[in-house]
């Protein structure tokens, strides 16, 4: 560990300087609306700003309150993050509208260790609302600034590592002036995704840099450690795209796996690409036909492998096949109702290119 950089008033003086120095304007900068707060880091968790910032305006035009969030139906919370994917987080986003709205008189606590509390809030986000909201004096750390601190104190722990996390919390904690903890915690992350990025970070014009322990021991390549430790799960999907005149075959996706809540097709999973599967249609189906696209779609923990097949019945046996549907927990969709179900990417994909 860099045993130069003692001062900790003058590395968070010049962190301080650099993010007043160069300021970045964003919507949830500079309130204090617990709400607000919450709803845009719960968004940009695993999500980059460019593309969390469209779904931060469309949640606080719909919901402007966290009551207008709380007593949405899930259905249409889910439609709306539709596309930013890590869908627990939209469902543990509504629950949590809930609570607070219900048992909480619409009042977010106001401690870190209340926040804690809260559904899907963790010790990053309960840290950015204390802190952003309320003012308390608790550091966040999160990815960006993981790496500001490993480079510049050269901690070598693995940041993956319940060990790594301690430590770096509690050197965040120790740097963190009284005076100014939401402002620098926002220096703290902004310097990192902008500055001391993970490839090619601006050493040059670093205001660190004379006492950064990576830059003078050539290890910003090498740090922060992390050991990923993650497997990543393939699986091969066969959709069938069922089709009865202007109305289609969905089904919504139970607890258990990927896309709790949202909709997509009937399917069974094959063993492996490209082998056969099987699937009991209903009486009087015609024979499906397979699209001529393969579809590969990537998750945090999964990789997807989809085909799709078109299947067609007579619009004189809807009876049939309403019941058929009904005997599988299936739902019969008009065509011009498809827009509003919540789907997963992969069948946005699909539908984009058949022109929906």
Known sequence: MNTKATDNQLFSHQILSWYRANPRELPWRGIQDPYKIWLSEIILQQTRVAQGMPYYF???EAYPTVKDLALAPEEEVLRLWQGLGYYSRARNLHSCA???WHELNGNFPETYKELLLLKG??????SAIASFAFGEVKAVVDGNVFRVLARYFGIETDIASGKGKKQFEALADQL???DHPGEFNQAMMDFGARHCTPANPSCDTCPLSSSCFALNNKMVKDLPVKINKIKIKERHLHYYVIRCGEKWVWKKRSSGDIWEGLFDFPH???TKENSESEFNLPEAAKTPVKFPKNYRHILSHQKLNAVFSEVEFPEEKIAHLNEWAENNGFLLV?????????KPKLIVNFLNDQGF
């Open 334 to 342: 008009e065509e011009e109702k498809i827009e509003y179900l919540a």
């Open 58 to 60: 469309k949640f606080t």
């Open 98 to 100: 809930k609570y607070v």
């Open 121 to 126: 809030v963790g010790s990053y986000t309960a």
């Open 268 to 270: 069974v999973e094959q």
């Open 176 to 178: 963190i002036p009284a």
